[in-house]
């Protein structure tokens, strides 16, 4: 019997239902968002870049008792960030162990970083839909300033 099916509808679900109790809020902000999980989790999230090699780790996920840093690859693309930001979020939030280091091309067989990975496209997701209602909601001269200028602030350059 193939349960593979069934299991990732479950493993669906619950992601969908710890999404549904994460602090987002619009317009989406990375640092936002990270610190409301944080303040929702009773820790303080550090949010950084890191130097890496080729090949090496795009992500990293530490966690103390009072402090998650959460890094991404000094080289992302700003379009990458939050995409690896979620993924590290996800080890978080789905009980992966404490510190985890995430690699650009994880062993097939990983299924923590699958787990995480796929927790990312549907944490992405939700964001992304959440935002469009938003920009529908905004009046027309809002909506293109915001197109035309953006907000910069969740891709971590300061960091």
């Known amino acids: 019997m193939n349960t593979t099916g069934r299991d990732d509808r479950e493993f669906i679900r619950r992601c969908e239902v710890i999404i549904g109790t994460l602090p987002i809020r619009y317009p989406f902000e990375l640092r ?6 944080g303040q929702q989790r009773g820790m303080t999230v550090v949010l950084g870049r890191m130097s ?5 780790a795009s992500g990293l996920l ?7 840093w959460l890094m991404v690859a000094a080289k992302a693309a700003p379009a990458h960030v939050a995409h690896i930001a979620f993924h590290e979020v996800g080890h978080w939030v789905l009980g992966h162990p404490g510190e985890l280091l995430c690699r650009r091309r994880a062993h097939p067989g990983d299924r923590w970083e699958a787990e995480a990975e796929q927790f990312a496209y549907l944490l ?17 001269g809002r909506t293109a300033l915001r197109a035309a200028f953006g907000s910069r602030r969740h891709l971590c350059a300061d960091a």
């Open 124 to 140: 992405r997701a939700h964001v992304q839909t959440g935002a469009a209602r938003q920009r529908d909601r905004l009046p027309p």
């Open 52 to 56: 890496t090699t080729r090949g090496g």
């Open 62 to 68: 530490a966690r103390s008792r009072e402090e998650c």
């Open 32 to 37: 936002a968002f990270l610190k409301a999980v």
